[in-house]
């Protein structure tokens, strides 16, 4: 009686929007061999179209493509937190679960568990505030990261407090604090070289969560993992130098995120297939005219400041935020004092709201120009100084544009590809038929082939050993 084929096993590497250009330069100014092997793996080109950034070309609306197998014309997400709310197509680990297939997510954008029982552990981002980490001792972890994404630029010590304690006493029980303790000195030369900023705080969170992951990985032993990193694509948008070697933050961005591929691809059993991919890319916009992010200090204090009371706000990732107030008429009243903001002549803020939401409404700020520092913002029958209540974060180095790369190990994708097809072909490796639409041009969009060229880097699929 011969025996049975062993399980089928994939590792799916979400490395949010990494550029090839940058990697490429970061394998030849710092010497990164984990990078330089993903850059020798089997490579495709992916897009999409959708087209504009804040407006679809985002990775909360590209990873739900990549999540659910359709595009953002048919899933309908536009927002962070918004998926697992109200998100009607199945995810891959939801799909799988139907098939028998278990499955771990760590840190997916914009997801949530869903209906999948055999998804043995699933840890969502920070923003999305309503989804529960599985299992529930992963929510003491979620805990600090979750607070400080929307809270950075007014923090509570108390609150911090609460958050590393709980942190610390998840990976004491986690059995990794000699994993941990053994990143501690790159760590420290990091803070020395850099300084302490949000860009080492990131490069290291997500290296934590590396080593969190291949625990959990190893322990529960998924047919299909997922991992989401999102140091790099903050990299890109706030250090990217045009020219020359990185600087110091964007160097040590680079080294973490070398190291955590050397931790995933280690950490991969024997046969199992590995899928890195950015959903979509950035494009270096340093020399063009300067885009400034400005970001509300604390959202809830400016809409009392204007008059706009309301029963919660979540500040969501960059300069936006949902908020909830206690009736329609409210919100309706809010949308319409915040769609008629003024600065320098020109509307302040894009405002949205649902027809399904009644009491709920989306805002962004719309301004990307230089302004002075006595700017005042009209606003509700009010006129208030706009930098008592918003900060310049960073004039952008990097923008979304819609390519996107692949670089695949025992599993074959076609050299072209929009991003949402990538589920069809995760679940056609194990053997299941995508039961939503995978193919041809979303939207009524240009043919992949005559939308993007096939990658000049792809040379061979040689696995990990």
């Avoid at 990976?171 to 302490?196: E, H, I, M, N, T």
């Avoid at 140091?231 to 890109?236: R, Y």
């Avoid at 996107?404 to 590809?417: H, S, V």
Wanted: with cysteine; glycine share 8%.
């Amino acid at each position: 009686m011969s025996e049975a084929a062993p399980a089928r096993r994939l590792c799916l590497i979400e490395l949010n929007e990494f550029s090839v250009s940058l990697l490429r330069r970061g394998v030849e100014a710092l010497r990164l061999p984990h990078v330089a092997h993903l850059l020798s793996m089997r490579a495709s080109a992916t897009t999409t179209d959708d087209a504009v950034e804040h407006r679809g070309l985002d990775p909360w609306v590209q990873w739900v493509s990549v999540h659910t197998g359709v595009p953002a014309s048919v899933h309908g997400v536009r927002h962070l937190g918004e998926a697992p709310l109200r998100l009607q197509y199945p995810q891959l680990w939801e799909i799988l679960s139907t098939q028998g297939i278990s499955s771990g997510v760590w840190g997916a954008m914009n997801a949530g568990r869903g209906n999948a029982e055999r998804c043995r552990f699933f840890l969502p981002d920070p923003w999305s505030v309503a989804e529960p980490a599985h299992p529930r001792a992963l929510n003491r972890l979620l805990a600090l990261p979750r607070y400080y994404a929307r809270n950075y630029l007014e923090v509570s010590a108390p609150a911090v407090l609460r958050g590393v304690l709980g942190f610390a006493q998840f990976v004491v029980g986690s059995g990794s604090v000699l994993r941990l303790l053994r990143q501690l000195p790159f760590a420290l030369g990091g803070l020395r070289r850099a300084g302490a900023n949000n860009a080492l705080l990131f490069a290291l969170f997500d290296l934590i969560n590396c080593v969190l992951f291949t625990r959990f990985k190893r322990h529960h032993a998924p047919q299909f993992s997922l991992i989401f990193l999102n140091s790099l694509a903050h990299l890109q948008h706030h250090r990217w130098s045009a020219v020359g070697p990185p600087g110091q933050a964007l160097a040590f961005g680079l080294r973490a995120i070398d190291r955590c591929l050397g931790l995933l691809f280690a950490a991969l059993a024997e046969g199992e297939a590995v899928l890195v991919m950015n959903a979509l890319t950035q494009r270096n916009i340093v020399g063009e005219t300067p885009r400034i992010c400005y970001r509300q200090i604390s959202p809830t204090r400016f809409l009392e400041s204007i008059g706009l009371g309301c029963r919660q706000v979540q500040q969501l990732m960059t300069n936006d935020a949902h908020v909830d107030f206690d009736s329609a008429a409210q919100r309706d009243a809010a949308a319409a004092a915040l769609a008629r903001a003024q600065i320098a002549g020109a509307a302040l803020f894009q405002v949205e709201v649902r027809a399904d939401e009644l009491c709920r409404l989306f805002y962004q700020v719309d301004c990307w120009d230089e302004l002075a520092d006595e700017c005042e913002v009209e606003i509700n029958g009010r006129r208030i100084r706009f930098f008592d209540h918003f900060e310049a974060i960073v004039a952008r180095t990097g923008a979304h544009v819609p390519a996107g790369d692949c670089f695949a190990c025992g599993i074959e994708l076609p050299p072209q590809l929009y991003n949402h097809e990538v589920a069809g072909h995760v679940l056609g490796y194990f053997g299941i038929d995508c039961p939503v639409a995978s193919s041809g041009a979303p939207a009524g969009g240009v043919p992949a082939t005559e939308d993007f060229p096939i990658p000049s880097q792809a040379a061979s699929s040689v696995c990990v050993e």
